[in-house]
């Protein structure tokens, strides 16, 4: 059965930095993804990278703040975040696919986490 477990959420002060990572059970994914939940809202994209790791996307809010990678010979994302805010409040999920190359929408993927809580105080 797949699986995809994250971690390195946690409480952080505003301007702070966090590194998420998403280890995946099974063979190599292609799209793999961020995805965050904040209390009230909608689950939004964040950020998507390709399995080659040569393409990325993100959410314009951050944008020079995150960023993704991925290594395959661990089957694991990263989420590099950067320049906290207290906006990037929210679980933070880990999304993965492996029919499609990369995309920010959230309904494409077949294969979700549990999802890991990022706090951001200011």
């Known amino acids: 059965q797949v699986q995809l477990v994250e971690s390195g959420g946690g409480l952080v002060q505003a301007g702070g930095s966090l590194r998420l990572s998403c280890a995946a059970s099974?063979?190599?994914?292609?799209?793999m993804g961020w995805f965050r939940q904040a209390p009230g809202k909608e689950r939004e994209f964040v950020a998507a990278i390709s399995r080659s790791g040569g393409t990325t996307l993100y959410t314009d809010s951050v944008k020079g703040r995150f960023t993704i990678s991925r290594d395959n010979a661990k089957n694991t994302v990263y989420l590099q975040m950067n320049s906290l805010k207290p906006e990037d409040t929210a679980v933070y999920y880990c999304a993965a696919d492996y029919r499609l190359r990369i995309t920010r929408t959230a309904s494409a993927y077949d294969y979700w986490g549990q999802g890991t809580q990022v706090t951001v105080s200011s």
């Open positions: 099974g063979r190599t994914f292609n799209a």
